[in-house]
């Protein structure tokens, strides 16, 4: 495979690879915990979904780790996350300084189909921004910011102790595939595929709801998106107020620490202020900056 006559730079990491990429950002906790999270999420899908169960699910959830054939993964653990299909994504990072193997790999590379409009997520490094930048620039593409956010983080000693109260209008339980319609009607960045890629996170990670008791309405929900972090905090206005969303923001937290044995991190756009003091408030530090850029 080659591009504009460059030989292809990247191939699909091995099993042993991204073990050893998840061990590499482990070791540079809390700072690195959104790659090494990511990893290991596409790790899991990997290995655990096979045939319709594959098929059925987002393309979210069917990302591949590339890596650079003549990178130095154990010193610059350089990656790239590629998902086609309908829902085209890129996550790219490298601890090396300047990022010469991820920009040659993005700026030669045939997997990431740059004819089709790309969501870019990157880590909020300057060097790494401005690889993203040159390679549009090189393929004339327009880069649009589409969200800024704040990384925070709760190490999952921590998270698995927290301790919650249910307020006595609701009753708090699993969401379900079906809840899938409401939550992305309510969503503001909803897109074609959003809701497939809302059910599959419901029926791969996990998701809570706060419903009514004398109705059974869900009002207020949660879930662990596919970066294997806690996304999509939402109460619907008319029950806001009510300390639904620390109810949630705890339960969930504590479910992925007890239950998943994992750390816990969640993003939060700068702007919404009410989730940062929520977060904060419940033991969240903030430890780095996550960016997505919509690119075609």
Request: aromatic residues 10%.
């Amino acid at each position: 495979m080659q591009a504009n006559g460059v030989m292809e730079p990247l191939r699909p990491a091995t099993t042993e690879e991204i073990k050893q990429l998840i061990h590499f950002y482990e070791q540079r906790l809390p700072e690195a915990g959104q790659f090494a999270l990511l990893l290991q999420h596409i790790s899991r899908v990997n290995s655990t979904l096979r045939g319709d169960d594959l098929e059925k699910v987002s393309d979210r959830y069917r990302k591949t780790i590339y890596v650079p054939k003549t990178g130095n993964l154990q010193q610059f653990a350089t990656f790239l996350v590629i998902s086609l299909g309908e829902d085209p994504f890129v996550f790219m990072h490298s601890m090396e300084s300047p990022p010469i193997e991820l920009s040659t790999a993005l700026r030669n590379t045939c997997y990431v189909k740059w004819e089709i409009q790309q969501r870019v997520v990157i880590g909020g490094y300057n060097e790494i921004r401005d690889c993203l930048h040159q390679t549009a620039m090189e393929r004339k593409l327009h880069v649009e910011a589409w969200s800024e956010c704040l990384n925070y983080w709760m190490l999952r000693e921590e998270a698995a102790n927290l301790t919650y109260a249910v307020p006595n209008d609701v009753e708090l339980r699993p969401l379900k595939i079906e809840h899938g319609v409401q939550l992305n009607e309510c969503w503001p960045f909803r897109y074609k595929t959003s809701q497939r890629y809302i059910e599959s996170s419901i029926q791969h990670n996990a998701g809570l709801g706060l419903f009514d008791r004398i109705t059974g309405q869900l009002v207020s929900w949660v879930f662990k998106n596919d970066h294997d972090a806690i996304g999509h905090l939402y109460t619907i206005p008319d029950r806001n107020n009510r300390g639904y969303g620390t109810t949630l923001a705890k339960a969930i937290t504590r479910l992925i620490a007890a239950d998943h044995k994992q750390h816990v991190h969640t993003f939060i756009s700068e702007s919404n202020t009410r989730s940062i003091r929520l977060f904060e408030k419940i033991g969240y530090t903030a430890v780095g900056q996550t960016e997505w850029y919509i690119v075609g």
